[in-house]
């Protein structure tokens, strides 16, 4: 199982901080969240960034071994 922890817009579009769901890759992630969530959550997403076990992720075929933490990140604004 993987630990999803949302931050910022992504929470609010997700209506939660965090889940457990389960998911092989980033890209089965993805589309398990927005499957459960909604439009406004895939629209977030676009502009978001993952962490996998703190490591910055791009690719979607990125493994995702089971007990990981992945975080999702929006841009965030500020000085």
Known sequence: MITVR??????EAAGRDTEVLDAT???ALRD???GRHGAELERVLRRCSFL???AR???GGTPLPDGVTVDVLP???GG
Do not use: H, K, W
Not at 6 to 11: D, I, K, L, R
């Open 6 to 11: 949302y931050f910022a817009a992504a929470a």
């Open 25 to 27: 890759t980033l890209a």
């Open 32 to 34: 398990d969240v927005v």
């Open 52 to 54: 996998v076990a703190g």
């Open 57 to 59: 992720a791009e690719d």
């Open 75 to 77: 841009p965030f604004a």
